[in-house]
C-alpha cells in the first residue's frame, strides 16, 4: 500500500477560532468539536461504537489547534479511544471538514514547503524506504498476505486477502497481455510479489526496482532461481528498454512536481507497441502536499494524485488505453491488514513498543474509513505510446 490521502489534510480550528478564543477555556473548544462531529453523527463519549470517549481533556484544545496531526498524535498519546475508528473516519469524511482548513498557518506553511522544496527530488528519493518500508520484514510478513503483496487487492470473486490480491496479479498481467520471453520493468516492485508471479505464471523476465533495501533483501531471497532481477535503485536512473512496464501503488512517492519526470522515462524505457500498467491511489481533488499526519509518521514525501494531475503529466507521451477504478476493494484489503497485525500483536510486541500499535491501528484503520465513503479511490490504467492498433479490449 503506498500513501493515502488519509482524511482530507483536515484541520478543525480556523472558522471556529473567533468563537474558542472569546469563549469560556475548555468548555468552548469541547463545544465547538462536538459541533464539528455532530454533523458527522458522531458523539464525543457516547454509547455508540464509532463514538470518541475522551480520556485527556487537553485533546479538544490540541485537535482544534493542530487539525490531522492533532488528531492523529493525541490517539497515540492515549488521550482518546474509538471502538470502531474505521466507521469514525468513514463518517467523519463525507462531512469534509478540510474545508475548515483555509487559514491553517501549520497545513499552509506544509503546502508551501512542497511547492517550494519538492519533497519527491532524487536526493530524498530513498527517506520512503528508509523511514517505511524498512520499519522490518517481520511486520509486513505478518501483516500481508502469503506472496506479501501491499497495494489493494480484487475482490470481485476473491473470498479472502491470498484470493483477492492473487486476483490482482492475474488482472495486471492479463492487462498487459504478457507472453512467454517478454521483458518487464517493475517500478516500486515491493518484496517482488508481481515479478516472481509473472515469472512463474508467463514464463518472462523482470527487472524490478525499489528503494528499500530491507524489501530487495527478502524479495531477492523470494525470487530465488527465477528469471528475476531486483535491484535497489531510483526510477530516475534506469536507462533500459523493456517490452513493458508496470508500476503498482508507487506512483503516490512521485510528487507531482516529478510527474513528468517519470513518465518521461517511462515512455523512454518503454519499446514501441509495449504497454505500461500505472496502478495508484487516487485522489477527486488535487493537491501539492500530503496529509501532515500521514506525513510525519506513516508515508513521507508523498502525495495522492488526482486525473488532471496525471492526465496531464501524460499529454504528448502516453494513450489511456483502459482506466479502471476498484478503490472501494481497499476498504477490505485494509481491514484484513489490521487484522493480521492485531492477531500478530503478541508476535510483534517485543520489536515495537505500544505507540507503534495505536499509530498503526490508525494508519490501517483511518485509511479503510476513508475508502469505505469513497473519499479515495484505486485506478489502473493501461498506457501505450501510440494505439494499441485496433483498439484494446477491455479486460476485467
Known sequence: MRSVRH??????????????????????????TQ?????????????????????????????????????????????????????????????????????????????LGAAMFNPGRKSHAFQIGERHYDKGNRLFRNMLDKRMVY?????????????????????????????????????????????????????????????????????????????????????RDVDERFDHIVSVGMFEHVGYRNYRTYMEKAHNCLKNGGLFLLHCIGSDVSHVAGDLWMDKYIFPNSLIPSLKQITASLEGLFTVENLHNFGFYYDATLMAWFENFNSSWDKLKAFYDERFYRMWKYYLLSSAGT???????????VLSKKGVPGGYGPIC
Request: glycine share 10%.
Open 151 to 235: 497495494s489493494c487487492g480484487y475482490w470481485k470473486d476473491a473470498h479472502n486477502l491470498d484470493e483477492a490480491q492473487e486476483a490482482k496479479l492475474e488482472l495486471i498481467c492479463r492487462k498487459l497481455g504478457l507472453k512467454a520471453g517478454d521483458r518487464i520493468l517493475d517500478i516500486g516492485c515491493g518484496w517482488g510479489s508481481l515479478a516472481k508471479y509473472a515469472a512463474e505464471k508467463y514464463n518472462v523476465d523482470v527487472v524490478g526496482i525499489t528503494v528499500s533495501k530491507e524489501q530487495l533483501s527478502l524479495g531477492q531471497e523470494l525470487c530465488r532461481g527465477l528469471p528475476v532481477e531486483l535491484r535497489l535503485q531510483d526510477y
Open 35 to 111: 459541533e464539528i462531529l455532530s454533523s458527522a453523527g458522531i458523539t464525543l463519549n457516547g454509547d455508540r461504537p464509532w463514538d470518541l470517549q475522551i480520556r485527556d481533556e487537553r485533546f479538544y484544545r490540541r485537535v482544534l489547534n493542530e487539525g490531522s496531526l492533532g488528531l492523529g498524535e493525541s490517539y497515540m498519546d492515549g488521550w482518546w479511544e474509538c471502538e470502531e475508528l474505521d466507521v469514525f473516519f468513514a463518517k467523519l469524511v463525507p462531512t469534509d471538514p478540510e474545508v475548515k482548513l483555509k487559514k491553517n498557518v501549520r497545513l499552509l506553511l506544509h503546502t
Open 371 to 381: 475508502f469505505r465513503c469513497r473519499w479515495q479511490q484505486v485506478w489502473q490504467f
Open 7 to 32: 482524511f482530507g489534510n483536515t484541520s478543525f480550528l480556523p472558522q471556529n477560532r473567533e468563537r474558542v478564543e472569546g469563549g469560556k477555556g475548555k468548555d468552548n473548544f469541547r463545544t465547538v
